[in-house]
């Protein structure tokens, strides 16, 4: 028994912290209908500040935790609220998702270019010392940190649990779960109890990040990884209580700390236990994102006064001139023959090879034009899936001599069955819980599937060597640049194909409506296998084309927050149309370059540019730059007809056409299976 407890001991302060983060979740997605993916970010920033104002301002413990915990955490809660979830009430969870994303990139990205990105060692704890025993238990120490933690939160789940059933702020959050617009009828204030939900949940991660801090070795702003990991498990526990119950969450958080601790004490130091113990909270939220029956009806309109709703806003006005479409069509033609003629003369090698980064990207990119805006389904693991590729080309080539190009489609074969993986698997799910598998498996293929030789390579990483392709060599910068955009040419043929084709169809129809592509005879199963195997395929070759382009990748060229910005990059610029990923590889990789010439500080800013544009998603699903662009090409189509009727000539014989909202699936549906 005591062996026991020594092993399951230190694993309930980590279940604590995990707890606060899966309440907070809890709180804010029945009470807003927002499943916060920031939380991890929010509880960072607090434990940053906290930090900063014990060590640089000199200022006492109790006062930093007043300012980052109890001001700044709630704060920024209520702006969050104030500024963008209170506007877009009733936008689909996947708008709401990527808005949260576009959060979790900007804010870790934010700090280090305010403050510094230097790593602060043995950060200060709130109240008792990690490195004082207080009292044993069954022979088992039990130092000041874990016994803080534990008492803390033990005391702010009660307080929680109190002011929820006791108050009347709680009556009304519990009111608002149950029906925003029949609390609103009687007179509650939907938006202040909104208000009061963020605030309270901004609180609890801030609180989760300053209880952390004594438990991690040191705090690195430009790599919050303890605290997405405190994410990954607060998401476990909240989806095994689904996400209902804060005494649930409470409960398996503590008991998901103490069986990784237990099993990283029982486990056989080797191998084994580096396999099982960083894999054991992916494989619970696995096997409870598949398996449990509540968790499915998430994100679903359960609220009966749902079809009061006012329609969305439509799409942005589409209004085209007919004498626009040649101005249009032979000026992108114009500039791509100017740039492929500047990049072989006179372009700076340095800018060859960030240009070359942007072709690359764009092809990693328009696998994100697939899922995302074609399927309608938030894929969070897209740089895995280019990892994939990338470490199995550069391993073909290092132990069996294959050609580089060769490897590439083998590579992209690899992660194309992934990604198909993926689908099989997630069969069942859709939407927020398709949205945490992914983010689960890129975490997990960063953290442990990347990590080994065999597989990233370890610490050295993977040699990827410049393809050779009988008497073509393209072992020079401007060589490779056009072999990338041959490869670029080459994918967005095949996603023009099948955004054309009967597939992108079915893909239209499901994403409208799955029971009404279903009711029409649309397999789902064979529509997201095949979706996700060829976008996976995909981000496999570019990223085998990106490993080429700079000889080596290593587990740290491909991880999690890799995904993420891709994202909030593709979906600022248009994740609908081809153009949009275009766009989003060169203007990421061109920003990028031109930002070395800013102080080193403003190097990481790129991401965070891209994260305002993607909060704006839940507004203009088409990307807000393709909305300015469509904004503005309709000014040119109105100055023209303006210029027609002062000269008293007739318009164009096509009128424009203003663009409506998207049909109902079942109306998408019926128009594939007539044309199919």
């Known amino acids: 028994m005591s062996t026991f407890l020594g092993y399951a001991l230190p694993g309930i302060p980590y279940g604590c912290d995990f707890a606060l983060i899966a309440v907070g979740l809890v709180v804010t997605f029945r009470t807003t209908g927002v499943f916060n993916l920031a939380f991890g970010a929010q509880a960072f920033a607090a434990a940053f500040v906290f930090d900063l104002l014990v060590r640089a301002q000199g200022l006492p413990v109790w006062a930093a935790f007043v300012v980052s915990v109890v001001v700044i955490s709630p704060v920024l809660g209520l702006a969050f609220d104030r500024f963008l979830f209170r506007h877009i009430p009733t936008a689909s969870t996947t708008a709401k998702l ?12 934010t700090l280090p270019i305010l403050f510094g990105g230097t790593p602060r060692l043995n950060p200060p704890s709130l109240w008792l010392s990690p490195s004082t025993v207080e009292f044993h238990l069954s022979s088992t120490p039990v130092n000041g940190g874990q016994l803080s933690t534990t008492v803390i939160t033990v005391v702010a789940v009660l307080a929680l649990l109190a002011l929820l059933r006791w108050t009347p702020i709680g009556l009304e959050m519990r009111a608002v779960v149950e029906s925003r617009r029949l609390a609103q009828l009687q007179g509650v204030d939907a938006g202040r109890v909104s208000a009061s ?7 609890l991660a801030g609180l989760a ?133 500047s990049s072989l ?30 399927s309608g389904q938030l894929s969070l693991c897209q740089a895995t899936f280019a990892g994939i590729g990338a470490f199995a080309a550069g391993q073909l ?38 949205t945490l598998l992914t983010l689960a ?41 056009v072999l990338a955009l041959v490869v670029l040419v080459v994918f967005v043929g095949i996603v023009a194909l099948v955004q054309r084709g009967t597939t992108g169809r079915y893909l239209a129809a499901v994403r409208g409506s799955e029971p009404g592509a279903t009711s029409l005879g649309i397999s789902l199963l064979r529509s997201r296998v095949t979706v996700f195997a060829l976008s996976a395929g995909i981000a496999g070759v570019g990223g085998t084309m990106f490993g080429s382009l700079y000889h080596s990748v290593s587990a740290s060229s491909f991880n999690y927050a890799y995904s993420l910005a891709f994202v909030v990059v593709v979906v600022t610029t248009g994740a609908r149309r081809i153009e949009g990923a275009l766009q989003a590889g060169m203007a990421f990789a061109v920003i ?25 998603y839940a507004r203009h699903q088409e990307g807000i730059v393709e909305y300015q662009k469509r904004k503005w090409l309709n000014r040119v189509s109105k100055l023209l007809a303006a210029h027609d009727a002062r000269r008293g000539r007739a318009g164009p014989s096509s009128p424009a056409v203003e663009s409506v909202p998207p049909a109902p699936a079942a109306g998408r549906a019926a128009e594939v299976t007539g044309r199919g």
């Not at 372009?347 to 074609?374: C, H, R």
């Not at 960063?446 to 597989?455: A, E, G, I, K, T």
Request: hydrophobic share 55%.
């Open 345 to 374: 003369t006179w372009v700076p090698g340095f800018w060859v090879t960030s240009l070359t980064e942007g072709l690359v990207l764009s092809t990693v990119f328009l696998s994100i034009t697939l899922i995302t805006g074609m």
């Open 209 to 341: 990040g300053v209880l952390l801090l004594p438990l991690t070795a040191q705090l690195t702003p430009s790599d919050p990884l303890e605290f997405t990991s405190l994410l990954l498990a607060g998401i476990t526990a909240a989806a095994v209580a689904q996400m209902r119950s804060v005494p649930g969450a409470l409960g398996a958080a503590v008991g998901l700390g103490v069986a990784e601790s237990v099993l990283r004490g029982y486990l056989p130091s080797g191998l084994l236990a580096q396999a099982v113990v960083p894999a054991f909270p992916f494989v619970v939220l696995f096997a409870t994102l598949l398996g449990s029956r509540g968790l499915r009806v998430l994100g679903r309109q359960t609220d009966p006064l749902a079809g009061v709703d006012p329609p969305p806003e439509p799409p942005a006005v589409s209004v085209r001139d007919p004498r626009l479409e040649p101005i249009t069509r032979w000026g992108f033609r114009a500039l791509i023959v100017a740039f492929v003629v």
């Open 592 to 616: 990028t370059l031109l930002l070395t010439y800013a102080p080193q500080r403003f190097g990481g800013i790129t991401p965070v540019l891209f994260a305002f544009g993607a909060m704006t």
């Open 98 to 109: 990527v808005s949260s994303v576009g959060l979790f990139v900007a804010i870790p990205t």
């Open 397 to 434: 080539a290092a132990h069996l001599g294959l050609g580089v190009l060769f490897g590439a489609l083998i590579g992209g074969a690899m992660a194309a069955a992934a990604g198909a993986l993926v689908a099989l698997v997630a069969v069942r799910i859709s939407g927020l819980l398709l």
């Open 441 to 481: 498996f890129a975490l997990f293929a960063d953290q442990f599937l990347f990590q080994y030789s065999w597989s990233g390579g370890g610490l050295s990483g993977v040699v990827v060597p410049r393809p050779t392709v009988g008497p073509f060599n393209f072992g020079s910068d401007r060589s490779f640049l």
């Open 197 to 203: 939900a963020w605030a309270l949940s901004s609180f």
